[in-house]
């Protein structure tokens, strides 16, 4: 068997349509400015608040390529740089999606990055600093970022423990946009386009969502997010009763604590009485 050269697999494609995304501040503007600047992004906020689709935004309007990895415990160096690999009798050096977005100049985006073992984000430093290379140590080489590499990070700080949180040598690399929930105005115009449906329903389901993130109570794992605000649109739009939908996309993801399901069944049928599809 023989070593052959890196295989970096066929180039990222560049998405040809624009994501929906309305903006809620500024955050369009610092991303790309820091963008320009070759400075690395940490985003934090709220699972199902928008951060996905932000970036898959701005990478459209800056015209790059983007790598998304979604972060968990078992996430090791190799997945993110790459690996040798036995193909048709030969090792075969394989790139991770990291890699290859330093190659291409993509976009790479770490979705919850502080999942990932804090020995795997260590490999990030030198791409988040001025130096903006990767080491590979089983190759022996370091790669310096072709032009347009962007790195960016996604959190929630509200969510991981304090176990789990970035380095501090990490986050004085990294430039913060922060981000909650959008103005219900906003949110409404999201939740109608994403899931298909009638301006007034989703008003409807963002003032249930809102009432939601106001409750003080332990047995929410998270607060009724814009994602879950969409997908109760989305079975609305298949022609499922609205309370119906609610309780399958809102309060049926939200807890498995029956006291708190029950007063958000109580909530729906406030919120949302009398809404049936179809009217």
């Known amino acids: 068997m023989h070593e052959s050269v890196p295989h970096r697999g066929e180039p990222i494609p560049v998405t040809t349509t624009r994501p929906y995304y309305v903006p809620v501040g500024n955050e369009e503007q610092v991303f790309t400015a820091a963008y320009r600047q070759g400075l690395s992004i940490v985003l934090k906020g709220p699972t199902g608040c928008g951060k996905t689709r932000f970036v898959e935004a701005m990478a459209h309007d800056l015209g790059r390529p983007l790598v998304t990895v979604s972060c968990h415990d078992d996430l090791t160096t190799a997945d993110l740089v790459g690996r040798f ?105 999201i939740v109608a386009n994403e899931a298909g449906i009638a301006p007034d329903r989703a008003a409807e389901l963002v003032r249930l969502g809102q009432a939601i993130r106001r409750l003080e109570t332990g047995g929410l794992r998270e607060v009724a ?42 909530m729906i049928e406030v919120y949302l009485a009398d809404q049936q599809a179809g009217e």
């Not at 977005?101 to 030198?126: N, W």
């Not at 001025?130 to 347009?148: K, N, Y």
């Not at 939908?245 to 029950?262: K, N």
């Open 85 to 189: 690999l036995l193909r048709g009798g030969e090792t075969e050096w394989v790139d991770g999606p990291l890699t290859r977005a330093v190659r291409e100049g993509a976009i790479c985006y770490l979705d919850e990055v502080v999942e990932a073992r804090q020995d795997t984000t260590v490999v990030l430093h030198p791409l988040a600093d001025h130096r903006r290379q990767l080491p590979i140590e089983r190759l022996g080489v370091t790669l310096d970022a072709a032009p347009g590499f962007g790195l960016v990070m996604s959190y929630n700080p509200g969510y991981q423990s304090v176990l789990k949180d970035l380095k501090d040598s990490t986050r004085q690399r990294m430039i913060a946009i922060e981000f909650g929930f959008p103005t219900p105005d906003i949110e409404e115009k």
């Open 225 to 266: 997010s814009t994602r879950v605000l969409i997908a109760a649109g989305r079975l609305i739009a298949e022609g499922l009763d609205t309370r119906d939908a609610a309780r399958a996309a809102i309060a049926g993801p939200l807890t498995d604590d029956s006291t708190v399901t029950r007063g958000l069944m109580e």
